[in-house]
């Protein structure tokens, strides 16, 4: 009976140690370990997000149409530059040209016309190398014979007459220009007063629609990189920001870095009708090349140094040159050392 109970005891010693063993949980890898080492390698740190870039036209109105018939032809596209003489379009197959002066056309220019008109007319054609007088308001024979010149350019009669229609007066030439296309298109009938003739700034504006969070990473002159429709990339700088309490959105401007223009020579691949929506990277964190840690590999002490530490405890103090994304380029270490991660036990910075 003695012997029973002994074993007994032996057996049920023997079943809670086995139950302890196997049930104990297994230790967690990240409390047995406080920290690990990483090498001191050559690399590249740098944040940016991609958004769309809003590019638009704001053309206004700077021509009105004076002639009266059917337009049979269109002579410019949208965005087009035109300077003097350039012809927009022909009604009942008679030119329609462009000019520059301040003065609309309101009558037809011949014979003894005098005013600011007939000098905005003699303008453009001394322009067109038609006419070597002086531009002085007064219609002269030069000034009938240069109309005359003109008109066989144009394959018109030849009357010596301007006629009312023939010429759209605009402030400034040379200029970029569109037509509204509900008004003058082949077919359509005009008969003279239509606002036809629109003009376009030297460049389309550009902006970021952004959310709260986005506006508060791109501060003023925060570097955009803008893809334009033929695949090249325009520099650009953000400026200021807008909100728009109604919508609960922010517009972000954009302009070039030097205060320039964003598309430079090429503004004419941005389309003049509607909103032109190019894919552009806003660099929030400027690319740097070097020596790359962690971030969490960084320590500071008391006075505001900056250091790593190595494999035998020793503080190495580093200039930190950016960091992005949870890794810095560092400076004052040598490559190939090994630092902490955590930089110090039990992952307090």
Do not use: H
């Not at 050559?42 to 991609?50: A, D, L, Q, R």
């Not at 925060?222 to 650009?236: F, H, I, R």
């Amino acid at each position: 009976m003695v012997i029973a109970i002994v074993l007994a005891a032996v057996v049920v010693g023997a079943a809670g140690w086995a139950a302890a063993t196997v049930l104990r949980p297994a230790d967690d890898p990240l409390e047995a370990t406080d920290f690990t080492y990483v090498r001191v390698e050559p690399g590249t740190v740098g944040s940016s997000i991609n958004l769309n870039t809003v590019a638009e036209w704001t053309p206004t109105p700077v021509g009105t149409n004076q002639a009266a018939g059917v337009v049979t032809g269109v002579a410019v596209q949208p965005g087009d530059e035109v300077s003097q003489g350039s012809v927009l379009y022909t009604v009942d197959l008679r030119a329609v040209v462009v000019a520059e002066g301040e003065v609309p056309a309101f009558r037809a220019i011949g014979l003894d016309a005098q005013g600011a008109d007939v000098a905005q007319l003699q303008g453009m054609l001394q322009s067109l190398g038609l006419y070597a007088g002086a531009p002085d308001g007064k219609a002269g024979a030069g000034t009938v014979q240069a109309i005359k010149a003109w008109q066989k350019s144009l394959g018109v009669p030849q009357t010596g007459i301007a006629e009312l229609g023939d010429v759209i007066f605009v402030p400034s030439l040379p200029t970029r220009v569109s037509l509204d296309s509900k008004v003058i298109a082949r077919g359509k009938s005009v008969s003279g007063g239509e606002e036809v003739l629109l003009g376009l700034p030297s460049a389309p504006t550009f902006i970021l629609p952004v959310t709260e969070v986005q506006a508060g990473m791109i501060p003023t002159g925060t570097q955009v990189q803008v893809t334009s429709p033929d695949g090249s990339v325009w520099e650009a700088v953000s400026t200021d920001q807008v909100a728009d309490a109604e919508t609960q959105t922010i517009t972000v401007g954009l302009a070039g870095p030097d205060g320039g223009v964003i598309c430079g020579d090429s503004c004419g691949l941005v389309p003049v009708t509607g909103e032109a929506l190019l894919s552009s990277v806003i660099v929030t964190v400027p690319t740097a090349d070097g020596l790359v840690v962690p971030s969490a590999a960084l320590v500071t002490d008391a006075a505001g140094q900056v250091a790593v530490v190595d494999e035998a405890g020793a503080r190495l103090p580093v200039t930190v040159v950016t960091s992005a994304r949870g890794m810095s380029v560092v400076e004052g270490v040598e490559e190939g050392t090994r630092v902490r991660v955590p930089a110090v036990e039990g992952g307090a910075g």
